[in-house]
């Protein structure tokens, strides 16, 4: 599943907003991605009533972006996108 970006087709600002959604910092270290330490890694959300009503979430002190198993790359994408966009503001480590 990982990169999203590519399977998303991210632009950069959209790249930036998921580096800080994930990481709590708007960019990646000066050598990239696998330089983060913790590694970012993508795990599995525990959804009751269903992956289409839950949004993604992150443990940006541990890089851990929590993903539902959605059914496809459309709402994967929207719901993405909309729960990056709803928690600007919220941690800013930049």
Not at 32 to 42: D, K, T, Y
Not at 69 to 86: D, F
Request: some cysteine; hydrophobic content about 40%; aromatic content about 8%.
């Amino acid at each position: 599943m990982f990169p999203l970006w590519l399977q998303l087709e991210m632009d950069q600002p959209e790249r930036r907003a998921f580096v800080q959604f994930t990481t709590g910092c708007p960019h990646l270290p000066p050598t990239g991605l696998a330089a983060l330490n913790p590694m970012l890694s993508v795990s599995l959300k525990h959804c009751p009533d269903g992956a289409e009503s839950e949004l993604p979430s992150a443990s940006t002190c541990f890089h851990v972006l929590k993903m539902p198993a959605y059914t496809s790359k459309e709402a994967l994408s929207e719901r993405l996108g909309y729960a990056i966009a709803n928690s600007k503001g919220l941690i800013d480590m930049s």
